[in-house]
């Protein structure tokens, strides 16, 4: 991508498995952007069991949110690491206190934010498997893998995600709804905050290039 002015810094919003990760992916094909995905940085330190990952496994087994602190520090730390590049950023932030401190350390140009109705959310969590090394994401009856149980290019075992369990969205969705909401009405308040509504991503995605496709020239 030739940026013209400056890099363009991205954010994509929306309730635990909506499709941000699959939007997320199509967009950093389509644009050439780097991706920025708080769960994945997360679930990597989980694997490496390092402190950061010990500490957040226990707010995630229990179905809560990791602590604005932490992840304020550790985000903003990982976002450095990209700030030669336009990026997309993922799953963060989720509160009003993530978006304030993440606004005056580097402001972000567009904000997408997927609509999906909650009991697609929850029907759809029933049936997901994840390759955990790659992050691949495989929902039976829609984007089923090709021998059961197994990831399609290494073949190793897929997994479900302890927070991916039906009773662990459903409280993750509560959550959402209580903390995470506030932070849609701060960026609407920013005019940079576009809603897409759907219930699967194939559906999302066509209206999701039809507004970057003209934004990403003026970069």
Do not use: C
Not at 111 to 131: A, Q, S, Y
């Amino acid at each position: 991508m030739t940026v013209k002015n400056k890099l363009l810094k991205a954010l994509i919003l929306g309730a635990p498995a909506s499709g941000k990760g699959t939007i997320s992916s199509r967009i950093v094909k389509k644009y050439t952007v780097a991706h920025v995905s708080s769960g994945d940085k997360l679930r990597d330190h989980i694997e490496k069991q390092t402190d950061l990952g010990k500490e957040v496994k226990k707010y995630l087994n229990e179905g809560k949110l990791v602590p604005d602190d932490v992840m304020i520090k550790f985000m903003i730390t990982e976002l450095k690491k990209v700030d030669d590049k336009p990026w997309l950023l993922d799953g963060f932030p989720r509160t009003v206190g993530q978006a304030n401190a993440l606004w005056k350390v580097q402001p972000v140009d567009v904000v997408l934010n997927l609509v999906v109705p909650f009991e697609v959310i929850i029907d759809r969590v029933r049936n997901r498997w994840v390759h955990l090394a790659s992050g691949r994401v495989y929902n039976i009856g829609f984007n089923t893998p090709k021998v059961e149980g197994k990831d399609d290019v290494t073949g190793e075992d897929l997994v479900q995600r302890p927070d991916d369990r039906p009773e662990a969205v459903q409280k993750r969705l509560e959550i959402y709804e209580s903390v995470t909401r506030p932070v849609i009405d701060f960026y609407k308040e920013k005019g940079i905050l576009k809603e897409f509504h759907g219930r699967t991503s194939d559906e999302i995605w066509p209206k999701v290039t039809s507004y970057l496709d003209p934004i990403f020239t003026k970069f």
